[in-house]
């Protein structure tokens, strides 16, 4: 049976956009890292300190990455330096969509409303809106929630501003431990878990997977 919600809402990098801070980080300490297990240690790492650095009262993204990657260096006893904060944040406006993203939005756009909800800042996330290349009714950023994905107050922001309940909506996401399991836990009934290979399907969570975007028009009958 085809999903009717009010809303389409989605997670944005990683999702939509493709999430290149792994790519960034390996061009920034290739010359500290030539071998390639240790790559691999420091680019889970970073992944796993950036989750951590977003649990707790918000602060700039920026500040973010910047700790995350003090923090890894730190483990694992690799020199910091500020440019390479500099040279990975400064990579972010020029990510760009997957290829499969560009076309189904906009034509599930033409019969639902589409929302982001990002962990992601004022000043970077027009520079991914207009990548996708598809009309949005509203975007909102962890900067206007003060709250990062996980936290359950990224969501609330979103359902305020929206006027909606959980219910209401059909929330997208490539991650569970950033969206899907809030999402579960907040009564959001309706969830698409985009499998870009990067988190394993887990079925508890009771997600309508899909390979990619191109999956999307199915789940609504399109």
């Not at 950023?141 to 996980?150: F, G, H, L, M, V």
Request: charged share 25%; glycine share 6%.
């Amino acid at each position: 049976m085809a999903l009717r919600p009010k809303y389409i809402t989605f997670d944005c990098y990683g999702t939509l956009i493709y999430f290149e801070m792994a790519p960034a980080a390996r061009r920034a300490y290739a010359d500290r890292l030539p071998e390639a297990d240790r790559m691999e240690a420091f680019v889970r790492e970073f992944s796993a300190y950036r989750l951590d650095e977003v649990l707790g009262a918000w602060k700039p993204y920026r500040d973010v990455i910047e700790s995350a990657l003090r923090r890894s260096c730190g483990k694992l006893g690799i020199e910091y330096r500020d440019s390479d904060l500099e040279y990975i944040y400064g990579d972010i406006p020029n990510w760009g969509p997957h290829p499969d993203v560009v076309e189904p939005l906009r034509r599930v756009a033409e019969e639902f409303p589409l929302v982001i909800l990002s962990n992601s800042m004022v000043d970077l996330i027009p520079h991914a809106v207009r990548a996708l290349q598809a009309p949005f009714h509203a975007v909102y950023t962890a900067e206007e929630a003060q709250a990062y994905k996980p936290r359950m107050q990224a969501f609330e922001f979103m359902f305020d501003s929206l006027g909606c309940n959980p219910e209401d909506v059909l929330h997208c996401s490539s991650s569970f431990r950033y969206d899907l399991l809030t999402a579960y836990d907040m009564g959001v009934k309706m969830k698409a878990f985009v499998n870009r290979g990067h988190e394993p399907l887990n079925a508890y969570y009771e997600v309508n997977e899909i390979p990619d975007i191109s999956g999307l028009p199915g789940l609504l009958g399109l």
